[in-house]
């Protein structure tokens, strides 16, 4: 269940950066929550892309909240460390290879800390319905309410509209749809992508 990989539904990230964060500019900070990140390869796919986006000097304003159920309770330590086989990083191009991971061993590398020190992970059972904290700018959860029933999806969704601030926006993977339940907690902002604004 917690099968993932990096640059994993690049496009959807690519219209984040395009149509969310221009109208997030001029925020003190932007924090934003990875909902089942699994072992955080999603998490560094949006850090490094924002910090390609927003340069180093935005990219501080960045908080990435990590979290996961973490069924192996491993989850916390390999993204504290952001050490991965350097297998994992084959698809990343080798411009961002070289700029954002250093060789560990001969097997291993890691995520440099000006993109490590960006994110904090929490283990976090979404079905609980307790958002981990309010204010959010943006959440991103993909490839993980699939896995719930519709009236579980539903909850989720409505915790995750209660944790947004204004403007706050939800981005799901391209074939997570919204509910009819929630439809009028959102508006979608393209139709290329199951990107949406809170109402
Ligand atoms: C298929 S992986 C997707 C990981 C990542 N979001 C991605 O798209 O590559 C699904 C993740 O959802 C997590 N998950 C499943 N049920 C959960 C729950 N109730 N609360 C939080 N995370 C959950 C799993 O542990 C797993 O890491």
Redesign the pocket.
Known sequence: ?????FF??RDTLDLVCELILPKLRGKRYINIW??????G??TYTIAIMLRERMGSFGFRNVRIYA??????GD?GDVINKGIYPKDAIKRVDKRIFEKYFLPVSEDLCRVKEEIRKRVRYQR?????YEPIREGFSLI?????L???KVE?RVE?IKMFHKSLADPGFLVM?QTQKLPDEVSDLFTPITRKGQLFQKL
Not at 67 to 72: A, G, H, Q, R
């Open positions: 269940m917690a099968f993932t990989f994993r539904d990875d909902a089942g990140c699994a072992d390869r999603e979290t996961d159920i973490d069924e192996s989850f976090h059972n979404l079905l609980t991103i959860c993909k490839n993980v699939l896995h719930f579980e989720v993977e």
